[in-house]
């Protein structure tokens, strides 16, 4: 997997403790996780649906408040060899906007195939029917991103 991009912040992100709230963004939906520097550990939060993006930032804003994100880290889509297109322009941007507005450190991640792989947990976990996966999928898939980064965080840390 390659190493995260840092947005705006000349290469600083958050070491040791604190939490990090991770981010599938896709048109119709974001995908929402926290987790812990400390722990390592990634665990799905929410699934917002709002289609403005003022109610979105709204959300995200009320989320980084309540749980004190020292970092943000975004899923950055690619085609399977690597290829940027449409959507990776779009979340570059949504990344953009999250340190704009937040003024934290925003890690851009590689997020091929994490969408099917939460659809594959979420399977294996007993959720056969896809309105029972849906709901959660994007939470999910933002867990595993966020999961990513802290797993390749933890082993870079001396």
Known sequence: MP???IVGTAGFFPRGHGTL???DFGLAR???ASGELETG????LETISAEANAARFERIEALVA???????????PTSPDGA???LTRRCRRFANQLHGRFDIPVALVDER???????????????KHWQNRKAVLDAVA?????QHFLDATHHATP
């Open 66 to 76: 309540e749980w004190q994100a020292v970092g943000l880290v975004v899923g950055l």
């Open 84 to 86: 940027e297109h449409a």
């Open 3 to 5: 190493e995260p991009e």
């Open 113 to 127: 195939f994490s969408s099917a792989e939460a659809d594959a947990e979420l399977r294996s976990a007993g959720k």
């Open 30 to 32: 974001i995908g929402v």
């Open 41 to 44: 550990k990634a665990h799905p």
């Open 142 to 146: 933002a867990q595993l991103i966020l």
């Open 21 to 23: 709230l991770g981010f």
